[in-house]
């Protein structure tokens, strides 16, 4: 008898991880459990689903990105009581680390998971892979290494680090732009994500004085309509901005040294359905 339905939360997570996408994760797992229920002599079902996973999310990868708009962030997913069981715990789902992946091709991503994260042999890996088992070993150490050291601080735990960011949103919020200089690091990077479906910055805005003069306009554009909410996504605190009491994009803060050195910001709404749920659960 198939046992495949208890690995459902493995073929979530890890095409989650690989694609960045909430919506392309259910229906890859979906897919993916379907095939190894089909497949015939199955001796490891863990395994085989956990390359059909991979294999599907690598490919969902390489289409999605070609013509998207502006910057790419993942979808933003809600973490902790009332969320999916699948990733309420899930480690590897923290902002930081989808972040460090995505500066990780396809294949490093996925070498790296599947033996960090999802504790498969290098061996079992390569044979997912279709590389060599020294390629793979390589390619996860290089992908391990290079994600640590593009790690951003997101999490947010700390009460001086709540203050800051609500001290920040509430300058935000006022247009005050030496105020938020004032906590933003000199080379401060906001990176927003629309895909092309909303208004949103194209490229990364880099420097304290041309983020803060940024987050001045957009409190101008919506004055008097927004308000802002904590939002556990991700493993981090986000600041879900309401806009007319809809939920119109969250924003991560990265520190360092008591100041801001980078926002993330997701707006284009196909990726705030997650975020929205979270959002009801909490009102």
Same mark, same amino acid.
């Given at each position: ?82 969320a999916d069981a699948a990733v309420a715990d899930a480690e590897e789902v923290e902002l930081a ?8 091709? %396809? ?38 290494a290079h994600a640590q050291a593009r790690r951003p601080r997101f999490a947010h735990t700390d ?109 284009? %709404? ?14």
């Amino acid at each position: 008898m198939s046992d495949v339905a208890a690995h459902r939360g493995l073929a979530v997570r890890l095409a989650y991880d690989i694609t960045g996408s909430w919506a392309d994760a259910e229906e890859i797992a979906q897919d993916a459990m379907l095939r190894v229920l089909q497949a015939d002599a199955v001796r490891d079902e863990r395994a085989l689903l956990a390359r059909v996973t991979t294999n599907l999310a690598i490919d969902r990868v390489r289409r999605s990105r070609v013509d998207y708009v502006g910057p790419w962030l993942p979808e933003p997913i809600a973490t902790g009581p009332g969320a999916d069981a699948a990733v309420a715990d899930a480690e590897e789902v923290e902002l930081a680390l989808m972040v460090a992946l995505e500066s990780l091709s %396809p294949i490093e991503r996925a070498a790296l998971l599947l033996h960090d994260v999802f504790d498969f042999s290098f061996d079992e890996v390569a044979e997912m892979l279709g590389r060599s088992t020294a390629a793979v070993r390589q390619a996860a150490s290089r992908a391990r290494a290079h994600a640590q050291a593009r790690r951003p601080r997101f999490a947010h735990t700390d009460a001086d680090a709540r203050a800051l960011v609500e001290r920040f949103a509430a300058a935000a919020l006022r247009g005050d732009v030496d105020g938020l200089v004032a906590m933003l690091a000199e080379d401060a990077t906001l990176v927003s994500d629309g895909g092309g479906k909303v208004s949103a910055a194209r490229r990364p805005v880099v420097g304290a004085e041309r983020v803060a003069r940024f987050l001045a306009g957009l409190s101008e554009q919506f004055a008097g309509r927004v308000d802002v909410v904590p939002l556990v996504l991700n493993r981090a605190t986000a600041l879900g901005v309401l806009v007319d009491g809809e939920l119109d994009h969250v924003h991560w803060a990265g520190i360092e040294g008591g100041r801001i050195t980078e926002l993330r910001i997701v707006r284009n %709404p196909d990726k705030l359905a997650q975020a929205r749920a979270a959002f009801a659960r909490s009102a």
